[in-house]
């Protein structure tokens, strides 16, 4: 059981925590709920310092199809194996969600790729977890392979340079925007009738994802404000913007309610 593997050696126990997280890959296929949380639970109480990530990504569309509360704690257990070995756990997982022909490359040049994830895993708070952490983590990598290169080519014009900020800011700004269309605003879509795009979600699901969009964003233009009034312009009218910088400090304020305020006196 879990409580042994700490005490075997390195081998024995990456074998052991290979064989627990197969028995959790099997509770899941076969909707055990409660095996599979019993069996979640027990690996988050103690440390390893392996768990592999292929095994762990395997779990999550099956994750995805069963309860709010065996989502979040999976959550914990994927988190986990990020932090262990964060871009082995984020390409195995897009390998899984998406397509096993992305390479890492792909995605730390181009971090869009990963809202191809399917309908059905961005309609769950799982889904969207696992997507804000990948979204965050390869737009840090792409942010810091464009400095590394800076640093080898220090020479490199003012313009070049501006270029550069500019394609951040434009990835930055386009990321918003996609991850805005993901949040329903109007009142019957949040009720379960359907979103038009494939999607059926119940107004709980829908209030949660809304809230964790909206904090990833809050933390986005909390670090560039700038960003903030580029959202804004680039989505909406000048008329229905209004005072543009009383309309993007609404986005920076701490309160949820305020997100959520902005929001809907951005929809027509």
Request: with cysteine; hydrophobic share 40%; glycine share 4%.
């Amino acid at each position: 059981a879990a409580e042994n593997i700490s005490k075997l050696s390195q081998n024995d126990q990456n074998f052991k925590v290979t064989s627990y997280l197969e028995n959790i890959y099997s509770a899941l296929v076969s909707r055990q709920e409660p095996k599979a949380f019993y069996l979640i639970t027990q690996m988050l109480r103690r440390y390893h310092p392996y768990i592999p990530a292929e095994i762990v990504a395997r779990c999550i569309p099956h994750v995805a199809r069963l309860s709010f509360r065996l989502q979040n704690v999976f959550t914990k257990l994927w988190e986990k194996s990020a932090a262990l070995s964060p871009q082995k756990t984020w390409l195995h997982s897009v390998h899984v969600l998406i397509s096993d022909t992305i390479s890492e490359r792909d995605l730390w040049s181009n971090p869009l790729l990963l809202f191809r994830m399917p309908k059905d895993i961005t309609a769950t708070t799982v889904g969207i977890r696992l997507l804000l952490h990948m979204i965050r983590g390869y737009l840090s990598l792409c942010s810091a392979r464009i400095t590394e290169v800076d640093a080898v080519n220090p020479r490199k014009s003012k313009e070049h340079q501006d270029n550069q900020t500019l394609f951040l800011t434009l990835q930055n700004s386009a990321v918003v925007q996609v991850l805005l269309d993901l949040c329903e605003m109007e009142e019957g879509e949040r009720a379960g009738e359907g979103s038009g795009d494939g999607r059926s979600i119940d107004a709980s699901t829908q209030h949660e994802i809304n809230a964790l969009i909206y904090n990833f964003i809050h933390d986005f233009f909390i670090k560039n404000d700038g960003l903030s009034k580029l959202v804004c312009w680039q989505t909406f009218k000048f008329s229905q913007v209004g005072d543009k910088d009383c309309s993007s400090k609404l986005f920076t304020h701490h309160k949820l309610q305020k997100h959520y305020f902005a929001m809907a006196s951005y929809t027509v």
